[in-house]
Structures are given as C-alpha cells and as structure tokens.
C-alpha cells in the first residue's frame, strides 16, 4: 500500500540534510485506499467544526510535534448530535441506500451524504487500542481528509498516519467527556496494512515471497507495540516515520533473517552528530541464532521540524569501545 502518499502514489522522502544526503529509496508505490492531502498551514485553526475541539486561538507554547500510527474513529460529541445522526442513517435506510451496510460503513456514507453532520462529530486517533488524540485540522477544508479516514477497510486492517502539532488536553464536553490532547493536524494518509506489507519491495535474496511478506509485517507490528509509542517524543517520530517511509529497514531484516539472524532490538538515541539539529540513530541489532554474535545497522533521521527527513542511509554501526 501507498506509505507517505500523494493522491495516486507514494513518495518517499528525500533527505533535505545539507551535511549528508544519501541516495534517496526506492519509492514504495500502491493505489492508495483513501485520500490525502496537504493542509494550508497559513490557516488558523477553527475554534469550532471538525472535531469540535474549541482550542482555536489557544497558547500552545512550544511546539510538540506529532508523528503517530493508530486508527481514526468518528465519535457522537452529544445526544443531540447522536440523535439527528440516527434520523440521517434512518433517511438513507428507506431510500435503500445502506441496508447491507456495516455500522462503519453507515458511518462513512452518512458523514459523506451529510456534511453537517461531519463537522459535528468529533475524531479519535487511536494507538493500540487506546484513545489517544483527539483531532482538529488545522485547515478547515481538510474535513474530507476526516471523512475518508472512518471508511472502513476491505480488509480489517486500516492503519491510520497523523502528523501535526500536539495541542492542550480537550475539555470534557468536546467529545461526551473524553479528555485526551487535540493533535492539530496538517497530514493525514491511511492504508491497509496487508497492501502496505505487499508493497513493500522483496531484496533479491529473499527467495521467499511469502516469508518476506510475514516478517515485514511482524516488524510493522513491532514498531506499533513499542513501550508508550504516541509519537510525539523524538525517538518515536524517528522510528514511525522510518516504518512508513523508508522500505530498507524491511529489506534489511529479510536479509539478516536469510543469514539465519533475528531482529533482537531497537534502539534510539541522540546521533554524535547532533549539533545545532535533533538528529536520531535508529540502531537495529541482529543476533544469530547459532553462535549469538551481534550485528548492528543504523540509520539517521532528522526529527528537529515537524515532517522528519533522512539524513544517512541505513549502513553499519559500530559501538564506541570505552
């Protein structure tokens, strides 16, 4: 599936980086299953409408950036609101419109039918199965972004990205009493994790399509379960950024895994080379499986602005000897 998609394709991103600027990946390209687009960061965020977070014009104080992997859902922020929904859904059921329709399904084609009732409703990322953020576009137009990201997916495994600015705890009457940070968002893309996986391009020493295909998606999955993972520190930008936008960390493990070595940890910390920037290593260590001796990569990611960038490819590391 399309990761880090523009319409049609995906795009991964060049490194920026003026100190380093290592040949860009290969793009990993797949029809996208929803749309996406960039949001006007000259706009200010509506005090009202989607999400129905009322933290327009709010001090944010420093800026947290936001760089998650979770599932967007759409949530009744009253009884009113649930209450003229069930009137909408009712209409289109005589009309014969959603009769075979799923609950998420009935969702989706009420909230296209009715955009009113979109930008009434509020929308939950949520991060292994827990609420986690609560969103606002930070560009009132990008409200179909919102709508698109509930359609439910073909195959049950829709993985929602989020990137944009972590704004104040939401008060408990903007969505029927949850109270968890306003993301602010200027980026949304989604696709199913089985496309995503399939997309992915095999090394050419993966003879083995299907095991490739598995252990990509087990460190997709791995990425996802990391202790506390919302995305808004850096290391966890640097790590789901790279899960989504660079296809030679899965390449790499299906290479080690061929050469009889498991992925046994991954690891974050400041790069040496930070500076005047907040620069990341990523270190991935392998172990192999008969004889226990360690190999490690690493790969440097950027994560001083909002939209992380590469700034080394992925090559090995070698621990300092103290």
């Known amino acids: 599936m399309a990761i880090e998609e523009t319409r049609s394709n995906a795009t991964v991103e060049e490194s920026a980086y003026a100190g380093d600027k290592p040949s860009p990946p ?15 960061t000259r706009t200010a965020v509506p005090a009202t409408g989607a999400g129905g977070c ?10 947290t950036y ?4 979770g599932t967007i859902s759409a949530r009744m922020p009253s009884l009113g609101v649930e209450k003229q929904f069930a009137q909408a859904s009712a209409q289109m059921s005589r009309e014969a419109k959603t009769k075979s329709a799923t609950d998420p399904q009935l969702v989706y084609d009420v909230l296209k039918a009715n955009r009113y009732l979109a930008n009434e409703l509020c929308y939950v990322l949520s991060i292994e ?10 560009d009132p137009f990008a409200l179909d972004l919102l709508i698109e990201a509930v359609k439910p997916s073909t195959v049950g495994l829709d993985v929602d990205v989020v990137v ?7 008060p408990a009457e903007a969505c029927n ?20 996986t399939k997309a992915i391009p095999r090394p050419k020493d993966a003879k083995d399509e299907d095991k490739f295909r598995a252990i990509a998606d087990e460190m997709f999955l791995r990425v996802g379960k990391l202790s506390d993972n919302a995305g808004a520190t850096d290391e966890h930008r640097a790590i789901n950024y790279l899960a989504v936008s660079y296809p030679a960390v899965y390449a790499k493990v299906g290479e080690m895994y061929g050469r009889d070595e498991y992925l046994s940890a991954l ?14 290593d990523v270190i991935l260590s392998f172990t192999n499986r008969s004889t226990d001796v360690v190999e490690k990569f690493h790969v440097r990611v950027d994560v001083t602005e909002k939209y992380p960038f590469l700034v080394t490819k992925l090559e090995p590391y070698y621990d300092i000897m103290r």
Do not use: H
Not at 129 to 138: E, H, Q
């Open 26 to 40: 290969e793009p990993i390209k797949a029809t996208p299953r929803k749309a996406t687009m960039q949001a006007n």
């Open 54 to 63: 009322g933290c327009g014009g709010a001090d944010l104080g420093p800026a």
């Open 66 to 69: 936001v760089y998650a992997i």
């Open 129 to 138: 199965g827990i609420d986690t953020y609560l969103l606002a576009p930070r």
């Open 164 to 170: 944009g600015t972590k704004g104040p705890t939401a």
């Open 177 to 196: 009493g949850l109270e968890v940070p306003v993301v602010i968002f200027d980026r949304i893309w989604s696709f199913d994790r089985a496309e995503f």
């Open 267 to 280: 690891d974050v910390q400041p790069s040496r080379l930070s500076q005047t920037r907040k620069i990341m």
